[in-house]
């Protein structure tokens, strides 16, 4: 699959995150497994690691179940999850001479082009959310209705600052994180060890998925298989659009708007 040809940059010489300046680097040893795994199975284990900090403030606080009670907040101390992945990748791409700008490549917000590409990606990345919808659902619970623990994943009911926190500076952080953690970061250089775009595509989709098991945490098999299923193809779906435009900004786009209205959707006005 021919994905894309040699990205430049305005000087005329391969941009930083290109094919090509990857293979180089995977030649050169500066690229390795390492990195990319990092990278992508550190993104979970943070988010159990920000969500047990929130459990702590519980515990001082003497809930009687302060695991439960911190998983409504995962829109706030998510981002102490995103602050890990950024410093994974400050050290990762580092060792290539990037920088984490570098991993978003090209943004064209002239006439708004990046704005209306990214809303109409919308008409691709959602059908593959609903195809599996009750499917994912069946598996998981035996219904077509998953339970949706009221107050952890719908109806949570969070104070006016943290509302306003979520929709505003918790958007605006994870969002690009989390498109520069699995697209930017961790695919092309999966596709570049592997030298094939459906094994990369694949392994990341995967991983991908496997995170938003753990968005929030809640210890029952049946909400995280549910989860995983309901995500992958999606996921899938979006790492080909990365590798057909090699540009993340409007990817950016429709990961916004979709992440805006899962938190419209949990939030209890």
């Known amino acids: 699959m021919q994905t894309t040809?040699?990205?430049l940059d305005a000087?005329?010489?391969p941009a930083a995150n290109s094919r090509s300046e990857i293979a180089r680097h995977v030649a050169?040893?500066?690229i390795t497994w390492l990195g990319p795994f990092t990278v992508v199975l550190g993104r979970p284990v943070f988010f159990v690691l920000a969500q047990a900090v929130a459990a702590g403030i519980f515990v001082l606080r003497h809930?009687?179940?302060p695991w439960r009670a911190a998983a409504p907040w995962w829109t706030v101390y998510g981002n102490l999850a995103d602050?890990?992945?950024l410093a994974l990748m400050i050290h990762f791409t580092r060792r290539e001479g990037l920088r984490l700008r570098d991993l978003v490549g090209r943004i064209r917000w002239r006439w708004g082009l990046d704005l209306f590409i990214g809303i109409g990606l919308l008409l691709v990345v959602f059908p593959a959310f609903d195809v599996v919808a009750k499917p994912s659902s069946l598996i998981a619970f035996g219904s077509p209705h998953p339970y949706l623990y009221p107050g952890l994943l719908a109806g949570r009911a969070l104070p006016l600052w943290a509302m306003i926190y979520s929709l505003s500076v918790w958007l605006l952080i994870w969002t690009p994180t989390e498109e520069m953690t699995y697209q930017g970061y961790a695919l092309p250089r999966v596709h570049g060890l592997t030298g094939r775009w459906w094994m990369a595509v694949l392994l990341v989709s995967f991983c991908w998925a496997l995170q938003h098991s753990f968005i929030p945490v809640i210890l029952d098999w049946h909400?995280?298989?549910w989860r995983f299923l309901a995500f992958w193809p999606a996921m899938a779906v979006m790492?080909?659009?990365y590798l057909w435009l090699r540009r993340l900004a409007p990817l950016i786009v429709t990961h916004w708007i979709l992440d805006f209205t899962a938190v419209l959707l949990t939030?209890?006005?």
């Open 5 to 7: 040809t040699t990205i």
């Open 11 to 13: 000087a005329g010489a």
């Open 28 to 30: 050169s040893g500066q």
């Open 63 to 65: 809930d009687p179940a």
């Open 83 to 85: 602050l890990g992945c």
């Open 223 to 225: 909400y995280m298989a």
């Open 239 to 241: 790492t080909l659009l």
């Open 267 to 269: 939030l209890k006005f």
